[in-house]
C-alpha cells in the first residue's frame, strides 16, 4: 500500500503484453494499450505481488546516482583542465589526473603574455573545482558504504563486488524477497 492508501501491484510486463493480445487482437505497443492492459492485468490477476517503497533503498539509489553524477562532473572538469592548461596539456599527464598532480604542474608554468595568464587562472580555478568534487565524491562514497553495510547485504562477499558496486546492485535491484523466486529474480 502507498502513503496514498493505494494499492500497488507489481505488474510482470509479460502479463501486461498477454493481456494486451487478448483484449485487442494485436501486440500493437502504445502507452495508452499499455496502460489499460496493466490495470486490467493488476485489477484481474491473482497472486501479484504487492510493491513497497523501500525508503533504505530509494535513498541508496539516489545517494550512488548522485556520485555517479559527481564522477561525471569531475571528469568534463578535468578534460576541460586539460584544454586550459597553458600553453598545451603537460606531455605524460596521466589519464586519472588528481588535483595535487593538477596543482604541482600549473606551479610550474608562469606564462608572460595575456591569453597564457588567462588559461593559467582558468586552469587554477578548474583545479580548486576538482578538489571539491573530490571531497563530494568522498563523501558519497562513504555514505554507500555506510548504507551497503547497515543492509547487512552477502555481496560483498563474491569475488569482484566490491561496496560501490554492491551500492549500484541493491539500488537498482532493492528487496530480493519480492521476487517469487530465485528464477523469477533471475528473469
Keep these: 500500500m502507498s502513503e496514498d492508501g493505494v494499492d500497488v501491484v507489481d505488474v510482470p510486463a509479460k502479463l501486461a503484453a498477454r493481456v494486451r493480445l487478448l483484449s485487442t487482437g494485436h501486440v500493437h505497443k502504445s ?3 499499455d496502460a489499460v492492459s496493466v490495470g486490467v ?14 525508503a533504505a533503498v530509494t535513498a541508496l539509489r539516489a545517494i550512488v546516482e548522485h556520485r555517479d553524477d559527481l564522477v561525471k562532473t569531475r571528469t568534463q572538469t578535468v578534460n576541460r583542465l586539460r584544454r ?9 599527464a596521466p589519464r586519472g589526473l588528481s588535483a595535487a598532480r593538477a596543482a604541482e604542474m600549473l606551479r610550474r608554468v608562469r606564462p608572460r603574455d595575456l591569453a597564457g595568464k588567462t588559461m593559467r587562472g582558468l586552469a587554477v580555478d578548474l583545479v580548486g573545482e576538482i578538489r571539491q568534487l573530490d571531497r563530494r565524491i568522498a563523501k558519497a562514497t ?14 560483498t ?3 569482484g563486488i ?9 539500488a537498482r535491484v532493492g528487496s530480493i524477497h519480492r521476487f517469487r523466486s530465485a528464477a523469477a529474480f533471475a528473469s
Design 41 to 54: 492485468a493488476a485489477l484481474t490477476a491473482h497472486g501479484l505481488t504487492t510493491a513497497r517503497m523501500d
Design 157 to 159: 562477499d563474491l569475488c
Design 142 to 155: 562513504s555514505d554507500i558504504e555506510a548504507a551497503v553495510a547497515e543492509s547487512g547485504t552477502s555481496l
Design 84 to 92: 586550459t592548461h597553458p600553453p598545451d596539456p603537460p606531455p605524460g
Design 31 to 33: 502507452n495508452d494499450a
Design 162 to 170: 566490491g561496496t560501490l558496486n554492491a551500492g549500484k546492485i541493491l
